[in-house]
């Protein structure tokens, strides 16, 4: 994971938050049945670990990409303060990699991308990006997808 050096300031950054559908269910079965389980768990870590091998290849020191992993969610962020191709494409090509990820194991996801303050380390994650972030995906959202902020389009020129 990449590392920030002010752990004390907010930033402004892209932020995705990414959650698998059903998770719990899925965890729920797997300790009802030992094959049906060892099967789910598989599939489960299969993904999850694939999605973080594929995010740290992409980590890269002029992205400024973080990302963090924790029971079935990613976040994923990047320096929004600059304008910068090469950090919005590396954080696309981040999101896309999850997202693929997860569909070869047949597992669905959703999601919502914004811009704002956030502190995003290896050991922190907070900020009123990550809540707008979180809201999306488990509001707004509501079915499998990946959803933009609309504040996005002003920022963005859209």
Same mark, same amino acid.
């Given at each position: 994971?990449?590392?920030?050096?002010?752990?004390?300031?907010?930033?402004?950054?892209?932020?995705?938050?990414?959650?698998?559908?059903?998770?719990?269910?899925?965890?729920?079965?797997?300790?009802?049945?030992?094959?049906?389980?060892?099967? #789910?768990?598989?599939?489960? =870590? $299969?993904?999850?670990?694939? /999605?973080? !091998?594929?995010?740290?290849?992409?980590?890269?020191? *002029?992205?400024?990409? #973080?990302?963090?992993?924790? =029971? $079935?969610?990613?976040?994923? /962020?990047? !320096?929004?303060?600059?304008?910068?191709?090469?950090? *919005?494409?590396?954080?696309?090509?981040?999101?896309?990699?999850?997202?693929?990820?997860?569909?070869?194991?047949?597992?669905?996801?959703?999601?919502?991308?914004?811009?704002?303050?956030?502190?995003?380390?290896?050991?922190?994650?907070?900020?009123?990006?990550?809540?707008?972030?979180?809201?999306?995906?488990?509001?707004?959202?509501?079915?499998?997808?990946?959803?933009?902020?609309?504040?996005?389009?002003?920022?963005?020129?859209?």
């Amino acid at each position: 994971m990449s590392t920030s050096s002010d752990h004390t300031a907010y930033a402004q950054r892209y932020i995705a938050f990414i959650d698998v559908l059903g998770f719990g269910s899925l965890v729920s079965e797997s300790g009802r049945d030992q094959v049906i389980g060892a099967q #789910t768990i598989k599939r489960v =870590s $299969d993904a999850i670990l694939w /999605s973080i !091998d594929e995010l740290e290849e992409k980590l890269d020191p *002029l992205s400024g990409l #973080t990302f963090t992993q924790f =029971s $079935d969610s990613f976040v994923v /962020s990047v !320096d929004a303060s600059q304008p910068s191709r090469h950090a *919005l494409v590396s954080f696309a090509f981040s999101i896309l990699e999850v997202v693929d990820c997860f569909l070869a194991s047949r597992l669905l996801l959703r999601g919502g991308i914004s811009r704002g303050l956030l502190i995003h380390t290896p050991k922190l994650l907070f900020g009123p990006a990550m809540n707008r972030a979180y809201e999306l995906e488990s509001v707004v959202a509501r079915v499998p997808r990946i959803i933009l902020d609309p504040e996005l389009s002003e920022v963005l020129d859209l």
